[in-house]
């Protein structure tokens, strides 16, 4: 009866996320918010990603830090990888480079 309950949150800590056809990318930014280490926004349309995707990214990340700096609970800094591609997901493969995701 001493053990705490599991957490309810995942723990994406280390994990690579691709977000195809992100545009606001909620989901990617939920997965830098639970620790991924990289988070790559796809989207077709590039005035997509440079209107709504990344301002939406830096809001909450910034809106995410300044959290973490009030509370001073976090014990380490977030050093994620953020990218953004555009276009036919066809192409993605030659932009994402070697690797996989999670």
Known sequence: TGSSPP????CLRGKRVLELGCGQGLPGILCLLLGASEVVFQ???REVLTCVTRPCVQ????????????QKQEEEEREAAVR???GDWAGCKALL???SFD
């Open 59 to 70: 809001r909450n990340l910034l809106q995410q830090q300044q959290e973490e700096q009030q």
């Open 7 to 10: 957490s309810s949150r995942p």
């Open 43 to 45: 989207d077709y349309n």
């Open 84 to 86: 953004y591609i555009s």
């Open 97 to 99: 480079g070697e690797g």
